[in-house]
């Protein structure tokens, strides 16, 4: 019962400084079955140094470091413990602080080594895990990781066809990497780099000068196209995005965008659209797991 409390506490602050963090920062969670190469990617990525080792659950704890995206943007990225199948559920709990980042990040970079005989399992086992964690409502990006042991693997007899073809037929929206060589890196930040953003719109921004924080927010992660301040407000021309203004809105800001009150502006200018029962979810929309996902 005390270690139940215990870990019951360190859940509840692992939640508040999760949660603190998904308000400040655009988040994306790196998950994966086990060996798959997510640490060898966080580091490719970002300056983390995460352990590397091809063994069962060689990350135990999450690392989370800055990745720059290019022309000044950045997310944090959360690499977390590797998956396996059959995972107990007394082991979920045990690792639920840890998977919190996974519930909380914006966008879940899954990633698959493409040349493992047993990656049709090993990504089943991923979608599993993440229905079990509640982890339902993000976007999900495969990551076809590895492609560079392809060639070796082909001439040593290793492979059944052509592994990378298949999961490109399959999910045509999956971005190919390589870890190791750097191949696919770009194309996967600019994957998440459309997704942190959304279509991006040149607006006017209006918002009493009180308060900073949207202030500081628009001059660090917005394209500022003109400024202008009277006695009690700041009028900014910006290029932004649907998911900034929800941060934005996140952190409790008030300000209108052209003229319309903040949360009104946000369905008006960037409608979420009725997806028709008969017509498939564009990829990047998906949950997996739907009837109509592969």
Partial sequence: AILRERLAEVQSRKSR????????????GLVGYTNA??????????????????????????RTEAWPLGGGTQVLLSDTVGFISNLPHHLVASFKSTLE??????VLLVVLDVGDRDAPDQFETVRTVLDEIDARSQPRVLVLNKVDTLTDMRQRGLLDGDPLETWMDRVPDAIPVSAKTGEGLDALADRVVELMRGPLLELTLETPMADSRLVDY????????????????????????????????????VFT??????????????????????????????????EDTV
């Fill in 17 to 28: 400084e999760v949660n603190a963090r998904t308000l400040d920062h655009f988040t994306v």
């Fill in 37 to 62: 190469g997510k640490s060898t990617l966080f580091n490719a990525l970002t300056d983390g140094g995460a352990y590397e080792a091809d063994q069962l659950f060689a990350t135990l704890g999450t």
């Fill in 101 to 106: 980042e996974t519930i909380c990040a914006h």
């Fill in 218 to 253: 628009l001059e660090k992660r917005t394209e500022v196209l003109s400024r202008d301040w009277t006695e009690t407000t700041a009028v900014y021309g910006v290029r932004i995005g649907r998911r900034q203004v929800e941060q934005l809105l996140a952190r409790g800001s």
């Fill in 257 to 290: 965008l052209d003229g319309i009150p903040c949360t009104e502006a946000l369905e008006r200018l960037w409608p979420t659209p009725e997806v028709e029962r008969d017509r498939p979810v564009p990829p990047h929309q998906r949950v997996w797991g739907d």
